[in-house]
């Protein structure tokens, strides 16, 4: 009886490792799985069920018919195992390619759900490589060209967000008149999407701008030299002057000396003015004024040496 039972253990031992070696026979080398090792196992495992068998048979008559119906229960099992690690050996039997063809329609299913997180992430390139991996390994044409579409369009609605936003920047900055930042900036956008027809002739729609800009200033200078709005014709040719070059600046030269002059008269007078009434706090502040736009004229050096005078009286005016 002892004898029996020990026997038994040492089965169910042998039975474990020949498990374990059927098992790693499947999880094999990256060359596929090791058929010789799963072969060998299962040998081992018939053997160990015939042993089996043959223990259970030699048991003791006067066992207890529970016992009996314990060990028919072994041997049932032992044969289930038996078949069950048939039909893996058969499995295991195949090539790769017959593999795939019965497991094709759940790799069909990973490969859409792949392909579907790839489109939401934007991950184009890895999308277009399970597409191909869809039509040519497992023969889903139809399914390839439905994700090939959906690709190109789902990456064509992205691009042309990306360029919309980059053309509203750029507007912005042609607006606020920052043309060394809009030059830059269509460079960049025309670098960055060199396929889309969109972007070609940025950096010309950035110069027409600020050409055209140009040319209304010049006009609005004029018309206020006409006017004799010297106050608003020396502001704009502060301005003016940041867009035009020597060439250019030659035939607004005489308009613009005769505003200069007119400036520097008028200036000249409104601080005389200034003093003769002791209006000292004005004086000292049209003196700044001509100071700092006619720094070369002779009035500007008469002035100068006004000034201490000038700001002592003003520092005094508020006591009277």
Request: with cysteine; net charge negative; proline share 3%.
């Amino acid at each position: 009886m002892k004898s029996s039972g020990v026997s038994i253990v040492l089965l169910v031992i042998a039975a474990l490792v020949s498990l374990a070696m059927i098992v790693l026979g499947f999880v094999g080398t990256e060359e596929g799985p090791d058929r010789e090792l799963i072969n060998f196992g299962m040998l081992a495992l018939v053997v160990v069920a015939c042993a089996a068998s043959i223990v259970l048979g030699k048991s003791e008559p006067a066992q207890a018919p529970p016992q009996e119906h314990g060990n028919a229960d072994v041997v049932e099992h032992l044969m289930l195992v038996q078949q069950s690690l048939d039909r893996m050996s058969q499995h295991a039997a195949l090539s790769d390619d017959a593999r795939r063809v019965l497991n094709r329609t759940r790799e069909r299913e990973l490969l859409n759900k792949a392909i579907e997180e790839d489109i939401r992430s934007q991950d184009w390139s890895a999308a277009q490589v399970l597409v191909t991996e869809l039509a040519s390994r497992f023969g889903y044409e139809q399914d390839a060209e439905r994700f090939r579409m959906r690709i190109e369009r789902a990456r064509a609605e992205g691009l042309d967000k990306e360029i919309n936003d980059a053309i509203k920047a750029l507007d912005h900055l042609i607006v606020q008149r920052h043309w060394d930042e809009a030059l830059q900036k269509a460079d960049n956008i025309a670098a960055g999407f060199p396929v889309s027809p969109r972007v070609k002739g940025l950096r010309d729609r950035v110069v027409n701008a600020r050409e055209q800009y140009k040319q209304e200033i010049e006009r609005r200078f004029l018309l206020a030299a006409q006017a004799e709005r010297v106050d608003e014709a020396m502001e704009i040719l502060t301005e003016l002057d940041h867009y035009l070059s020597e060439q250019e600046a030659e035939p607004f030269r005489e308009v613009a000396r005769g505003v200069i002059g007119k400036a520097r008269q008028n200036l000249g007078a409104a601080f005389k003015l200034a003093c003769q009434d002791r209006h000292w706090s004005m004086a000292v502040s049209l003196g700044q004024q001509i100071n700092e736009q006619f720094p070369n004229s002779r009035m500007a050096q008469e002035v100068e040496g006004l000034m201490p005078q000038l700001r002592q009286r003003a520092q005094e005016e508020p006591d009277r």
